[in-house]
T-cell receptor, first 113, second 112 residues
C-alpha cells in the first residue's frame, strides 16, 4: 500500500540527538495527523493539520515540533527526547470535507536511549 | 471533550465462534464511528464504519450496531477465523470535525 508513507520505519536516537520523521500522502487529502501509539494505551492524537494550518495540538511537549509545508507532507521534528517518548508514531490523512475515514501510514518505531 | 471506552481489552474465542467488542462514548455530537483492525507490526486499517443516521451496518462477517440514545456501539464478528486475530480499535468523531477519539483497543485471539 502506498497511499500514506512514512520514513524512516525505525529510528534509534539518543536523548541529545535531533531527528525528523516524515510522512507523505498520495491520496489528495487535506488533513494530516500525528499520533503516538504506546503499549497498552489508546492512540494519542498529537497534532492535526487541515489545509496546512495546525488545528489541534493536544498539549504535546515542545520537544516535538510539527511542520506541514503542504497538504501532502507532514514532518515531526524531534529534539532532546526522553526514553518515555519511545513509541510507534503514526501519521494519518483524511479528506476533511465531510465524514471521511482516516488512512494510516505504517508508522515509525522510535526508540530513545 | 469526547471520552471513548472500549471493552474487553482482551478476548479469546474458538474458531467459528462469534466475537463482540463494545464501545461507549460521551459526546452526543459525535456522529461517525469507525472500527480499525491492527495486525501485529502493521498499520491500523478501517474495517467498517457507521454514521449516526443508521443503527446497523453489515459487511460479510462483520457488523456494527449503534445505539445513539445509550451512546454505545459494538463490533460483531461472526464465524471467526485465525486471521481475525488482531487488535481492534473503535473511534468516535464529529462530522466535519478533525479529532478522532480512540478506544484503548481489544486484542482478539482466535484459537484454531
Amino acid at each position: 500500500e502506498t497511499g500514506v508513507t512514512q520514513t524512516p520505519r525505525h529510528l534509534v536516537m539518543g536523548m541529545t540527538n535531533k531527528k525528523s520523521l516524515k510522512c507523505e500522502q498520495h491520496l489528495g487529502h487535506n488533513a494530516m495527523y500525528w499520533y503516538k501509539q504506546s503499549a497498552k494505551k489508546p492512540l494519542e492524537l498529537m497534532f492535526v493539520y487541515n489545509f496546512k494550518e495546525q488545528t489541534e495540538n493536544n498539549s504535546v511537549p515542545s520537544r516535538f515540533s510539527p511542520e506541514c509545508p503542504n497538504s501532502s507532507h507532514l514532518f515531526l521534528h524531534l529534539h532532546t527526547l526522553q526514553p518515555e517518548d519511545s513509541a510507534l508514531y503514526l501519521c494519518a490523512s483524511r479528506d476533511s470535507l465531510g465524514v471521511n475515514e482516516q488512512f494510516f501510514g505504517p508508522g515509525t518505531r522510535l526508540t530513545v536511549l | 471533550g469526547e471520552n471513548v471506552e472500549q471493552h474487553p481489552s482482551t478476548l479469546s474465542v474458538q474458531e467459528g465462534d462469534s466475537a463482540v467488542i463494545k464501545c461507549t462514548y460521551s459526546d452526543s455530537a459525535s456522529n461517525y464511528f469507525p472500527w480499525y483492525k491492527q495486525e501485529l507490526g502493521k498499520r491500523p486499517q478501517l474495517i467498517i464504519d457507521i454514521r449516526s443516521n443508521v443503527g446497523e451496518k453489515k459487511d460479510q462477517r462483520i457488523a456494527v450496531t449503534l445505539n445513539k440514545t445509550a451512546k454505545h456501539f459494538s463490533l460483531h464478528i461472526t464465524e471467526t477465523q485465525p486471521e481475525d486475530s488482531a487488535v481492534y480499535f473503535c473511534a468516535a468523531s464529529r462530522a466535519f470535525g478533525n479529532q478522532f477519539y480512540f478506544g484503548t483497543g481489544t486484542s482478539l485471539t482466535v484459537i484454531p
